[in-house]
């Protein structure tokens, strides 16, 4: 049976889950539904949505990612990547405008899915995520920072430059409450890991602050000034109405959720696998990330993904199966149902020094660090990436980075291919051949192509057999180290054979294997070669040109 459309909790509830891992499961997934729950706020009101969106994401794609995913361990729900998209889509869309592209991209990636386009997306370039990953975290900083510093904005701009200059215009409004709430928060979260890894250290901060802002009724934002209640029960679907010209203006941004979303939750599955020494099902994996943004969108939820930190969290604390997921949601779906009303006091000075954690472990920078010192390919592509995403827009940079990574690649493709030309005397002098061609006649003219002959090489190739001055009687070109050759490589050696026949010179294809073979006789190359001047080896094809001499 193939497996790799079976969700990973089918296989393995079939093989077996001992008790013992069960109970494993329960606990991570009761400490990973803790450390979620100030992240799943803190996400969606740094997006531009009301703090409710950011559980429903957790818990509705939460629990599907688990139940129908392809990873044993993979924890779903919003993330920090989606910041940028989803601020950009509400500031020109509005709410309906986010819930639609969500849908739209749940679809997507139920196709990319169905085509089996899991694996090609573990192709991405590491330089091209490691680019727009520190232009997200760097932007999720900035918009952080009206909040840590407590400057009161209404409205911030989503310009990068217009952002920085406002905070600076605004640099005397500080509140000191507010920025010693952002640093103890800043502080506990990262240093309470020292006393007990049990207890997210955010959780410890968020549950402080808010009790001291409460209790002495400390002057500073909270989510109820500036959101109002939080709702603690989960609303009933409903389908959004999409129209041809919806779908036309929010098709872009669909395709970047999309996008986004499959390449996030195949890496967090790939890390989680490293760390488990398992084997995901990326086909699977995205079918079910789809189907987690469908029901996302349909209960008023964000986009989601595979949550590369909460995953590591479920690992870290002995989750091996998706039990853990199964769990987390719950545990996310109960603190929402009993204490919501109490989430409101939560100060947003607070969720921004938990934010500004967030953007320094998504920054990577010790990876960019390293990516700067590398291939001067890989150099364009991260810091084209990184500006585009800060400076411009996220959609636009994953579009031109993989664009980029595309020519990047096709370039050292075309230069990976060699076309090397030998005469008799060549090889007689310098033996660079083995004794298959030591008898290699004199009008003889040898060319040995290796690589693929693909568009990105096919001029190349053209033009290096164009070039000789040397007028041989035939042309043996040996071809046992072209695995392929595509539409373009085909016109080129086309028009190759069609140039020296006309000069009277024979042309003679060595080396052509089985595969070629079938290939030449869909792009008609027997109309203008003979299949008696085509061998699959060297000694044949000598032995044919001393009978055309």
């Known amino acids: 049976m193939n497996k790799a459309f079976v969700p990973k909790l089918f296989s393995l509830v079939n093989e077996g889950i001992s008790k013992e891992q069960v109970l494993k499961d329960i606990t991570s997934g009761l400490i990973v539904g803790i450390v979620a729950l100030p992240l799943a706020i803190a996400f969606a009101i740094a997006s531009g949505v009301s703090p409710e969106k950011g559980l429903i994401t957790a818990i509705i794609a939460g629990l599907i990612i688990a139940v129908f995913g392809g990873s044993r361990v993979q924890i779903g729900g919003p993330t920090g990547a989606f910041i940028v998209i989803v601020y950009a889509i509400v500031q020109e869309h ?121 209790f002495f009724q400390i002057p500073v934002d909270t989510i109820e000034s500036n959101f109002g209640d939080i709702p603690n029960t989960l609303s009933l679907p409903s389908i959004p109405s999409v129209d041809y010209k919806t779908i036309k203006s929010l098709i872009q941004p669909a395709l970047a959720i999309a996008m986004l979303g499959s390449i996030e939750s195949l890496l967090s599955a790939v890390v989680s696998d490293g760390m488990i020494g398992g084997k995901h099902r990326s086909n699977m994996e995205l079918i079910a990330q789809g189907g987690a943004n469908i029901l996302s969108a349909l209960f008023g939820g964000i986009p989601a993904t595979g949550a590369i930190a909460r995953t ?70 991260l810091l084209t990436t990184f500006f585009l995403t800060v400076f411009f827009d996220l959609v636009i940079a994953i579009e031109v980075g993989i664009v980029l990574s595309s020519f990047m690649f096709m370039k050292r493709m075309s230069e990976s291919v060699n076309v090397q030309a030998h005469t008799s005397e060549d090889i007689r002098i310098e033996n660079l051949f083995d004794d298959e061609v030591k008898d290699l006649p004199k009008d003889v003219l040898l060319y040995e192509i290796n690589g693929p002959l693909f568009f990105g090489a096919a001029r190349q190739f053209q033009e290096t057999l164009m070039k000789t001055n040397i007028k041989p009687i035939v042309i043996i070109i040996r071809m046992r180290y072209v695995p392929l050759i595509d539409a373009t490589g085909y016109q080129s050696l086309k028009e190759i054979i069609s140039s020296y026949q006309s000069r009277n010179i024979h042309i003679i294809l060595s080396g052509v294997n089985n595969n070629l073979l079938i290939d030449f006789e869909k792009n008609n190359l027997f109309d203008i070669l003979s299949k008696d001047l085509i061998f699959n080896n060297i000694k044949d094809a000598i032995q044919k040109s001393k009978e055309m001499e």
């Open 312 to 381: 590591a969290t479920n690992v870290k604390n002995g989750g091996r199966t998706p039990i853990a997921g199964i769990v987390h949601a719950f545990v996310l779906l109960s603190i929402m149902l009993l204490f919501a009303p109490y989430a409101k006091l939560i100060p947003m000075s607070c969720l921004a020094g938990i934010l500004m954690v967030v953007a320094y472990n998504m920054s990577e920078w010790r990876q960019f660090k390293s990516l700067l010192k590398g291939n001067r390919m890989d150099v364009i592509i």
């Open 94 to 214: 509005g709410i309906n405008g986010l819930t639609i592209a969500t849908f739209m991209a749940g679809f997507i990636i139920i196709g990319m899915g169905l085509a089996r386009l899991g694996n090609l997306l573990k192709f991405i370039p590491y330089s091209l995520i490691v680019g727009f990953t520190s232009g997200i975290a760097l932007i999720i900083f900035s918009s952080q920072v009206n909040d840590f510093l407590g400057l009161h904005i209404a409205n911030v701009p989503a310009d990068f430059i217009d952002k920085w200059l406002l905070y600076l215009q605004s640099s005397t409004h500080l509140n000191v409450y507010a920025i010693s709430i952002s640093i103890l928060t800043v502080l506990i979260t990262i240093y309470f890991k020292h006393i007990t890894t049990k207890i997210p250290g955010s959780i410890v901060a968020i549950l402080l602050a808010t009790i001291a802002v409460a």
